[in-house]
């Protein structure tokens, strides 16, 4: 007697297509709340969005491309929702278990900095505004790192175990670092270069000191504390 396993093929190739129909209207979904969410300046439900557009990174990437949306626009997307999704979790974290990782590009062509075992170590020469950055996030309790790569920040985040971090970079950049940050257990904030390239890139340091206050009591901030605009 043959066994006729027709039927079981039928049920999984039916349960197949449900499936693949139920994922392609919530990427539809997705997809409109993305562009409601970018063309309003608001965000729309985020607790479906993140995991949403995570999950489903490649398929909503397609999607995106196909009704015109740009790379820099759907990146940009990504990082302001982690950065709205995580500001409240960000805040309640102490300063003293926060730390900022600058790239090394921000640092002026002729930087004398010294590559450490921790990055590179500003010498304040005034060459650039790295090393005035640097001294006011340290007055408000941070650690700041100036890195010389990703695999940099894993090994600092090994040895000091911060519980959140704020990372400055390109799109691209922080888009990765949010997400390697959620997978180290980190709340993760970013702020986006100005200015891409390898070489004097800029950052709005005006924008990273307002992240980095987050959360913080005036009474913690010294009083002879000047946040300096960026130049």
């Not at 006729?4 to 979904?29: H, K, R, Y």
């Not at 993140?50 to 009704?67: C, H, I, Q, S, Y």
């Not at 180290?184 to 070489?199: I, P, Q, T």
Request: aromatic share 6%; net charge neutral.
């Amino acid at each position: 007697m043959t066994l006729d396993l027709s039927p079981i093929f039928t049920l999984i190739g039916e349960l197949a297509v449900i499936a693949a129909l139920v994922v392609i209207a919530v990427a539809l979904v997705l997809l409109v709340l993305t562009l409601l969410s970018i063309r309003s300046g608001r965000l729309y439900f985020p607790n479906l969005l993140r995991p949403g557009l995570t999950a489903l990174e490649g398929l909503m990437r397609a999607l995106f491309k196909a009704v015109g949306l740009e790379d820099q626009e759907m990146l940009s997307f990504f990082v302001t929702l982690g950065n709205t999704m995580n500001a409240r979790a960000f805040a309640e974290v102490p300063v003293a278990e926060r730390a900022i990782f600058l790239p090394q590009c921000l640092r002026n062509a002729r930087c004398p900095a010294d590559l450490t075992p921790e990055g590179l170590r500003c010498k304040r020469c005034g060459r650039c505004t790295v090393g005035e950055a640097i001294g006011v996030l340290e007055a408000l309790g941070y650690r700041v790192f100036i890195v010389p790569g990703s695999s940099f920040i894993k090994r600092m985040v090994k040895k000091y175990r911060p519980h959140a971090l704020i990372g400055v970079g390109c799109l691209a950049e922080v888009k990765e670092g949010l997400e390697m940050a959620d997978r180290l257990g980190l709340v993760g904030m970013g702020v986006v270069s100005l200015k891409d390239g390898c070489v004097e890139t800029l950052v709005d340091w005006n924008t990273l000191y307002e992240v980095a206050l987050l959360g913080l009591p005036p009474s913690s901030v010294p009083e002879d504390l000047h946040l300096p605009s960026d130049e």
